[in-house]
């Protein structure tokens, strides 16, 4: 029994590690996509980029799927929150599925 309880917390473990190395790749391949994207012609992450579209801290204010709805939606997030920069932030709609989300989890990341 006791050999049977060993394997289920290594097991447990392993998992833990595995899901905390997979969501860190997913942040680091959103920081790709950022960086590809050139986000920072509008945007800036700890001092580089755009100083007017600070994203610093932003994981801390939005919630995944209100990062998400930015990027894909920002016109209508733009009107819900009464945001009138110029210029305003285009949709990325056509994003791909696995790009998008590593971009929502290298934003989520930036919590302070």
């Not at 600070?54 to 995944?64: E, R, Y």
């Amino acid at each position: 029994m006791k050999h049977v309880l060993g394997i289920v917390v290594v097991i447990v473990v392993l998992g833990a590690t595995s899901g905390a190395a997979s969501a860190q790749s997913a942040v680091e391949r959103g920081q790709q996509v950022f960086t590809a994207q050139k986000c920072t012609v509008c945007h800036s992450v700890a001092g580089q980029g755009n100083k007017k579209g600070l994203l610093d801290g932003v994981g801390a204010k939005l919630s995944a799927d209100e990062i998400r709805q930015w990027i894909v939606n920002a016109p209508e997030m733009a009107a819900k929150v009464k945001a009138e920069r110029k210029p305003a932030m285009k949709p990325y709609a056509a994003l791909p599925k696995d790009n998008l989300d590593a971009l929502v989890a290298y934003l989520l990341s930036l919590k302070k």
